[in-house]
């Protein structure tokens, strides 16, 4: 006989959802987390987690393709395409495993099912075998996520026509693959599977790839993925799809020109819609915007006792914002003051080759609200990165002009979603260029990249 | 007919010297650097930057013979020695042009050859042609490193008892080698000769390696050299050394029990010894102190006008400490109120495998000076690290208990060198635990272990 009175019922396992639950759990509410498939959500299972260990994958193979620049020689090299998808589940399954032993440490009652909200502070709960439990709670925390999104005309088959989650798991290398959307999932995809023999064409609706990230670095990225043989189409209009026995063939306009691209399969990479469906929140009163759950700094939906956080309620729809405002709502639930999200301070990383990684103001955004200093660097300039022989990239750092504080921060190149974590850190404490620049960096560190930008912001940069 | 008459003459053109000189030159004095060897010092020529490209080499190495864990194959792997030392040479020739663009960037004068201190401000350099030339400065500031250390009764033959010049660019990999010294030359060069095939044996004096390092650090280190087949004997004391055609025979004392160690080679890191010799010290009235030039915080020697910077002024005996000091050195010449260094922020890397970094206190000293509240988290239980399959070590973090201030930093694991940085930029920045864990950092990154360890101090741990 398990609990069916709660203080807090969370609704979603994912990065949002199993967070909050074990922060709420930390702060003595009693808490249960409802997930319909498997815990650790798109994140763990279908994202960041096993793309991450695939392009590791294609990280480690760049390396055996270049043996020769190493002073290595092997002969016969090949993949198995099978071994690197398992391994990228394996990965998967471990971490996922690993929240369930989380939820049990923190004494969080799992109900593995599907969720609706149901009026006077109740959740029903539909289990895999349809029998239906009713949970009373106070708190509920919506973090149902999303999922891809298909264009108008162009819907998944799963065959050729693909989202992530096919894509993840790979039977073949498809020789031609058409990429639609230039985010970090199209591109990191893109990433990998031009490593490992696709011929790719990736078509980027927007003026560049990676429309959010200031624009020098997109353009450093598209002139290196460009070198390794992606064709990148900007300013690109899908306009529809046909196939036939011999693959796909993308109908698409840009810049006034209309061109069919033929592939063997498509990877559709055009964002994402909220699950907002089947939930009852028209039941209870929830108020959208836009599609998304509308919520308050502390994630509150428009109905006491309700919290959203995560990608249902919309932008940033990244995992670590998600955790971060998951860790708020649980805070605020448990009657703390919780610190409110800066959105600007929340980084987000690309995992291609080259690495991108922003945190903060573009140049020109910044320079809307004001006049600014910038210091850039690169790498080829830095002992570190000629002695791993990634010299290509480069860091941009925004300051405000008159205060000297960190706006933004811009970074392509080796290990730099590793090396964001320090202007996240500087920004949220309103660090300087000074600051930046008087830190003694360990030499020979790829980091020191940032402190000579910095240093250069102020006209003080020694090695360039 | 080259200028004669200076503001600065910098003598040593290492990477305390060459960054005071481009420092002094941005601020308008007339500067010299005299150099006897090649630009860039040690450092660049036979420290940091070429053991980074080997021990890179390294790297890459383990992932080829790792192929079957990744999914691949392949047949004949071989290295050629020669091509990995030729890389790492190339390497330093080119940062080594690097820094000559940069002096005539600066408009620095560079002299090549020795420089002896005259009295009434004046340098006399002798070139590599013996013809002596005087030049008249207002400021002098010596920066003319340090070189190995014999022990007694072991001095370097540079055939079978090593210093790192000759570890550098090895004909051959040793089949036995016998590591004086457990500090980050000695490991470091014990990690890439264990990796392409030596099998090494190393001695350390202290009850453990990395003496300087938090004593946890030290443990896993040990611990994961051992299982890549390191043999480590430490509280060891090397009592003499034979050599016959079969190779050199080390006795060493350890614990009460003398041994005779046989190996093919010795390299002996066991510290170095500041080049004071030669520099007309005594004729000017330069005191020394244990050895080291003696200097105040804007690194004044005890004659006005002289200063001295980087390894000869004693620890820490670092290449950007050195560097930090030349700028320091350089603003005070110039009139500008310079900060003073905190010899504590001064960060400390070995990159052996995997890679230690730190920055401040250590948690036993931490704990001498007031109550501390100690952070942890463990890669394994990360995501990123998880996903790249590099699980071993550990993120550690000392807080003054009282304020939540960041005391010290003691990471083991990887890209720690990089992940350093951040906690080197929040100690300067007087950061707290909360700080660090309210940043919302990227996911998946490896830099969320430092979040989580802050968050762990504070018992708010999410994934442990």
Redesign the interface.
């Known amino acids: 006989m398990s609990r069916t009175e709660f203080d807090l019922v969370v609704v979603g396992g994912g990065?949002g959802g199993y967070?909050a639950a074990?922060?709420a759990a930390?702060l003595k509410l009693r808490t249960a987390l409802v997930e319909k498939d498997r815990l650790g959500g798109i994140?763990?299972n279908w994202g960041?987690?096993?793309t991450?260990?695939l392009l590791?994958?294609a990280e480690?193979?760049r390396?055996?393709l270049k043996?020769k620049?190493?002073?290595?020689?092997?002969?016969?090299?090949?993949?198995?395409?099978?071994?690197?998808v398992?391994?990228s589940r394996d990965?998967a399954n471990?971490?996922n495993k690993?929240i369930e032993f989380?939820l049990k440490k923190n004494e969080i009652t799992f109900f593995p099912g599907t969720a609706r909200l149901a009026k006077s502070n109740r959740v029903v709960v539909k289990g895999a075998d349809g029998v239906e439990q009713e949970l009373s709670t106070r708190f509920t925390c919506l973090a149902t996520g999303a999922r891809p999104r298909p264009l108008p005309g162009i819907d998944f088959d799963r065959k050729r026509i693909l989202s992530y989650f096919e894509a993840l798991v790979p039977k073949e290398i498809p020789k031609r693959l058409l990429v639609i959307g230039g985010g970090p999932i199209g591109l990191e995809f893109a990433f990998f599977y031009s490593t490992f023999g696709s011929k790719v064409t990736l078509f980027e609706m927007m003026p560049h790839i990676l429309p959010a990230e200031d624009a020098e670095v997109a353009a450093e990225l598209a002139k290196q993925l460009g070198r390794q043989g992606i064709k990148i189409v900007t300013e690109a209009k899908v306009c529809g799809v046909s196939q036939d026995e011999n693959g796909v063939a993308l109908k698409v306009s840009s810049q006034g020109e209309e061109v069919v691209h033929a592939g063997d399969a498509v990877l559709l990479a055009a964002g994402v819609l909220p699950n907002v469906e089947s939930l009852g929140l028209e039941d209870v009163g929830i108020t959208l915007e836009k599609g998304f759950i509308k919520v308050d700094r502390a994630y509150r939906t428009t109905v006491p006792g309700i919290f959203a956080i995560g990608d249902v309620v919309g932008p940033p729809m990244?995992?670590?914002?998600a955790?971060?405002e998951g860790v708020v709502a649980a805070e605020t639930m448990a009657g703390l003051e919780s610190?409110v999200?800066d959105i600007e301070?929340?980084?987000?990383?690309t995992y291609t080759h080259p690495q991108v990684?922003s945190v903060g103001l573009t140049e020109a955004k910044a320079a809307e609200r004001g006049p600014v200093r910038v210091g850039r660097f690169p790498f080829r300039?830095l002992?570190?990165a000629?002695?791993?022989?990634e010299k290509d990239g480069f860091v941009k750092l925004v300051f405000d002009a008159r205060r000297g504080t960190l706006l933004g921060a811009h970074l392509i190149g080796p290990?730099v979603?590793?090396?964001?974590?320090?202007l996240?850190?500087?920004r949220?404490?309103g660090?300087t260029d000074a600051?930046?620049h008087?830190?003694?960096?360990?030499?020979?560190?790829?980091?020191?990249a940032?402190m000579e930008a910095a240093a250069d912001a102020g006209?003080?940069c020694?090695?360039s």
Chains 1, 2 share one sequence.
């Open positions: 990065p967070v074990i922060r930390q994140c763990l960041c987690i096993p991450k260990a590791k994958n480690v193979y390396q055996f043996a620049d190493w002073g290595f020689s092997c002969s016969d090299l090949c993949f198995d395409l099978d071994k690197i398992k391994r990965v471990r971490l690993g989380l990244l995992a670590h914002a955790s971060a610190h999200l301070s929340i980084p987000s990383c990684a300039a002992g570190k000629v002695a791993i022989n290990e979603t590793e090396l964001i974590a320090q996240g850190l500087g949220a404490l660090a600051d930046i008087r830190t003694v960096h360990a030499h020979p560190t790829l980091a020191e940032v006209g003080q020694i090695h």
